[in-house]
């Protein structure tokens, strides 16, 4: 279920107004569709057809409204659903797994990674300042696909930006602005992110998918080392400072961070059963710290995390059109979860 929040569309040349469609249009184009569907064609023929036009999106909502079909495929079950024929298929996009055989132009992918990668010792240099010199600094607690510590400090926060947060990072707020624009390629919906990722070692962020393909997840990595892997469809990378990362999250994917022991935290159920005694485990409480014992932690602490900015950006080979048309899906679906 979607949660609640409100989103932007994208920015056009024309007025928006006009080639946004009404709840109304929408209705009618699916009713026109089922009737199709139903009673004038054969349904493999219209299907098929359906699938290599611009009406690809109604065909994607038909079968996700009507027929409560997600259109999973294998190793790709994300809570919404596939939207069909864009991408290519291929886990990664950036330049440095580019598969150059298959006929998918990269070019976009490539530009924005240069001009990201060209501006990593800024936006490092602006979250180490922060990180260790703002005790109260907004550190959100993610719990969820996750055992060990997996933090994150949001910029945009499901399609939402936080304009608190941005003020402390203006400089990693103006170079994705210039670069992506938060209100043009930036994921303004509800299942869109902007954060900086920080997990601690012996952390394992566990097998899962994202909400669906419409967006891709760029990652920049700041701070890692060489403990920690990302696997994406099956296919492991290592990160790298400063070397662009942009994955398509519909696929299962997961990472992990093993400590120097190459061990891996277990969750309070995996503790209380590998006790070899058998007895149970007593969790200790977390002591508040003062600003100052925040402050050393953190300088402790730094060597050992491994910290990504990740942003999500609409999937460029959605149309305007196809942008608009999900907008208002989207925000329908978000009201019809808030009655």
């Not at 057809?49 to 079950?77: D, G």
């Not at 997990?199 to 962020?205: L, S």
Request: proline letters at 4%.
């Amino acid at each position: 279920m979607l949660s609640s929040s409100s989103s932007t569309a994208p920015p056009s040349k024309d007025n928006t107004d006009q080639c946004t469609p009404s709840s109304e249009e929408i209705n009618a184009c699916k009713e026109m569709m089922i009737k199709q569907l139903t009673e004038e064609y054969s349904l493999p023929d219209i299907v098929e057809e359906l699938k290599r036009t611009k009406l690809r999106l109604v065909y994607c909502l038909y079968e996700f409204l009507i027929n409560s079909n997600r259109l999973h495929q294998s190793m790709r079950y994300p809570n919404l659903f596939v939207y069909p024929h864009i991408g290519n298929d291929e886990p990664y996009y950036d330049v440095n797994y580019h598969n150059y055989e298959l006929k998918y132009d990269y070019s976009i992918y490539s530009d924005i990674q240069l001009r990201l990668e060209s501006y990593f010792e800024d936006i490092k240099s602006e979250f180490i300042n922060n990180y260790l010199n703002i005790d109260d600094l907004n550190i959100d607690n993610i719990k969820s696909s996750v055992t060990g510590q997996w933090n994150a400090i949001y910029l945009v926060n499901q399609g939402k930006i936080d304009e608190q947060i941005c003020k402390l990072f203006p400089n990693t707020t103006n170079i994705i602005e210039d670069i992506l624009g938060f209100n043009d390629r930036i994921c303004r919906l509800n299942i869109g992110y902007v954060y900086f990722s920080i997990i601690h070692k012996g952390t394992h962020i566990k097998p899962h998918c994202g909400v669906s393909n419409i967006k891709l997840r760029i990652q920049l990595p700041l701070i890692v080392n060489d403990h920690v892997t990302m696997k994406v469809k099956n296919v492991e990378r290592q990160y790298n400072e400063g070397e662009i990362i942009i994955l398509d999250d519909s696929f299962v994917h997961e990472v992990i961070y093993k400590d120097a022991n190459d061990n891996l935290i277990l969750d309070q159920d995996e503790q209380l059963f590998s006790s070899t005694n058998n007895e149970n485990i007593e969790l200790d409480e977390p002591k508040e710290l003062s600003s100052e014992e925040i402050k050393q932690k953190r300088r402790e602490e730094l060597s050992d995390i491994r910290v990504v900015l990740l942003i999500d950006i609409n999937h460029p080979d959605l149309t305007k059109e196809e942008l608009d048309l999900i907008q208002v899906f989207f925000a329908q679906l978000d009201g019809s979860n808030q009655n």
